[in-house]
Nanobody, 120 residues
């Protein structure tokens, strides 16, 4: 499967942004999906994950009140809705896929990343 993330850009603090991750080459319903981010000079950070059927969603604690992950398998797309953005949310955001039979939380496939810049 090939993943491509879209929707990054510049936004002012307090604003919202929605990212999309579209899959090609396979049905997204065959994968658990996750979002990660990496700020300049920092290590990659887990944002959240969603199960293959969308029934189970988990977020890192610090983001659960502002971020929401959803998916539309019919459109082969996973979404990350980000609200009340802060300057510290500035990062490149990546989507990643874990096969249903793969090791839990081991994401074999990665998108190319989309940059989000939040200005204060």
């Amino acid at each position: 499967v090939q993943l491509q993330a879209f929707g990054g850009g510049s936004v002012q603090a307090g604003g919202s942004l929605s990212l999309s991750c579209t899959a090609s080459g396979d049905s997204l319903s065959n994968y658990h999906m996750a979002w990660f981010r990496q700020a300049p000079g920092k290590e990659r950070e887990f944002v959240g994950r969603i199960s293959a059927n969308g029934g189970d969603v988990y977020y890192t604690n610090s983001l659960r009140d502002r971020f929401a992950i959803s998916r539309d398998n019919a459109k082969n797309t996973v979404y990350l809705q980000m609200n009340s953005l802060k300057s510290e949310d500035t990062a490149t955001y990546y989507c990643a896929a874990q096969t249903l039979r793969g090791m839990p939380y081991q994401y074999r496939y990665w998108g190319q990343g989309t940059l989000v810049t939040v200005s204060s």
